[in-house]
């Protein structure tokens, strides 16, 4: 998006905000990035947030953007999980929307576990979600692992997967490895079923490639839970549809 487009829907998106309905202004996002990536992938939409008198945080998840210097194989769910938790008590945080991007699902949802007096609505765009209404909220992807073990054993043997080659080159300045305990693993609630009173809201891409996620969409919509909507673009989400992800927070703010 080039940066007079960005300006141009800075400033209806902050007219929106100042004569649309009232929103509840104490209302924190906090945004949980993908897999490789770091918190500067939200930059686009937390400055159009900002711009329209809304508090974000954008978690840096260890390995990866501010905290790049924690990378590992080592690093798993828990540690993201963490450090979305930290970043919410450190912050005195009590009424949240958690928004999180592709992998950033998986501590998303670890982090809501833990965090459910504090989280008021959650948000995934093309995220993976908790499906099954069980203590095992996201099973770990076994057959994806096995298959990454027999077809490129050198990743397997390091433990980190590298930033894939098809990410853009503007995302894939910023990026850094992966670990595999991170990106195959279960996802399993310390504290029971997640409660169904924090507004659910899965978003997907119409044009993404990874059809896992139109997938998870489908059975969010049919377990009556979440309410499902769509969004222009692929699977880079804030490049293809930053002012549409904008607006459906802005709407979610302020209900």
Same mark, same amino acid.
């Given at each position: 998006?080039?940066?007079?487009?960005?300006?141009?829907?800075?400033?209806?998106?902050?007219?929106? &905000? *100042?004569?649309?309905?009232?929103?509840?202004?104490?209302?924190?996002?906090?945004?949980?990035?993908?897999?490789?990536?770091?918190?500067? !992938?939200?930059?686009?939409?937390?400055?159009?947030?900002?711009?329209? %008198?809304?508090? #974000?945080?954008?978690?840096? $998840?260890?390995?990866?953007?501010?905290?790049?210097?924690?990378?590992?194989?080592?690093?798993?769910?828990?540690?993201?999980? @963490?450090?979305?938790? #930290?970043?919410?008590?450190?912050?005195?945080?009590?009424?949240?929307?958690?928004?999180?991007? #592709? !992998?950033?699902?998986?501590?998303?949802?670890?982090?809501?576990?833990?965090?459910?007096?504090?989280?008021?609505?959650?948000?995934?765009?093309? &995220?993976?979600?908790?499906?099954?209404?069980?203590?095992?909220?996201?099973?770990?992807?076994?057959?994806?692992?096995?298959?990454?073990?027999? /077809?490129?054993?050198?990743?397997?043997?390091?433990?980190?997967?590298?930033?894939?080659? !098809? *990410?853009?080159?503007?995302?894939?300045?910023? /990026?850094?490895?992966? #670990? *595999?305990?991170?990106?195959? %693993?279960?996802?399993?609630?310390?504290?029971?079923? *997640?409660?169904?009173?924090?507004?659910?809201? !899965?978003?997907? &891409?119409?044009?993404?490639?990874?059809?896992?996620?139109?997938?998870?969409?489908?059975?969010? &919509?049919?377990?009556?839970?979440?309410?499902?909507?769509?969004?222009?673009?692929?699977? @880079?989400?804030?490049?293809?549809?930053?002012?549409?992800?904008?607006?459906?927070? $802005?709407?979610?703010?302020?209900?």
């Amino acid at each position: 998006m080039s940066r007079c487009l960005r300006e141009f829907w800075v400033a209806i998106v902050t007219m929106s &905000a *100042l004569f649309g309905t009232p929103c509840a202004a104490e209302r924190t996002f906090v945004f949980v990035h993908g897999a490789w990536v770091g918190e500067w !992938y939200w930059d686009p939409i937390v400055e159009m947030l900002d711009k329209a %008198g809304h508090p #974000s945080i954008a978690v840096s $998840l260890s390995g990866h953007g501010t905290k790049g210097s924690l990378n590992g194989p080592e690093i798993g769910i828990e540690d993201h999980a @963490n450090d979305i938790i #930290s970043a919410v008590q450190e912050h005195e945080l009590s009424d949240i929307v958690l928004v999180a991007h #592709s !992998y950033g699902g998986r501590p998303a949802i670890k982090a809501w576990d833990s965090l459910r007096d504090q989280v008021s609505s959650v948000v995934f765009f093309e &995220a993976i979600a908790p499906i099954p209404q069980s203590e095992l909220a996201v099973r770990a992807s076994s057959r994806a692992l096995a298959f990454l073990v027999m /077809s490129k054993p050198d990743i397997a043997d390091s433990g980190m997967y590298p930033v894939p080659s !098809y *990410l853009p080159e503007d995302v894939r300045r910023g /990026s850094m490895p992966q #670990s *595999l305990k991170s990106l195959y %693993g279960e996802v399993r609630l310390e504290n029971g079923v *997640l409660p169904s009173s924090p507004k659910r809201t !899965y978003v997907y &891409a119409t044009e993404s490639k990874a059809p896992a996620f139109r997938n998870t969409a489908i059975a969010l &919509a049919e377990s009556g839970l979440w309410e499902v909507r769509a969004i222009s673009g692929g699977h @880079n989400v804030v490049r293809d549809a930053t002012p549409e992800m904008t607006e459906i927070l $802005l709407e979610i703010a302020s209900n």
